[in-house]
């Protein structure tokens, strides 16, 4: 599985991560496969109900909206993205326990010499493994 992923929407992901920071930011990424390849059509930020720099979860009744946002407009649930303000760039214990959707990429927005940097995986029973995005210009779609 490879995400492709509009530069606008790429950014839109970050100014979240930023403008929660330090705390975890986490939300929903909407998207529509085409064979390997799912296309990312809608960030659905949701608010990290823990307030917290080293754990999120994610507001029930944000969640299940953004998810039923999904639905509605034939989309598929094709991620979910959260930050480690304090490292590390992977997958961490929690995640590892706490990830249910082993179909989707698991975005981790970390820092790195004063940047904010991404990188995505898939996460099945208790393993990791990091999968490609691509960064897409909006005028290429």
Known sequence: MRLTIPTTLFGEMQAQVQQCAPEEACGLLAGT?????????????????????????????????????????????AG????????????????????FYPEVAYLIWYPEDGRWKCRAYRISAGNYQEVQYHLTSDEQL
Not at 80 to 99: N, Q, V, W
């Open 33 to 77: 496969p085409t064979g390997n390849e799912i296309l990312v059509e809608a960030v659905l930020p949701v608010e990290n109900m823990l307030h917290s720099p080293v754990r999120f979860r994610m507001e029930p009744y944000a969640q299940l909206a953004a998810l039923n946002w999904i639905d509605e407009r034939g989309y598929t649930l």
């Open 80 to 99: 979910i993205f959260h930050s480690h303000p304090g490292g590390p760039p992977h997958p961490s214990a929690t995640d590892l326990a706490e990830a």
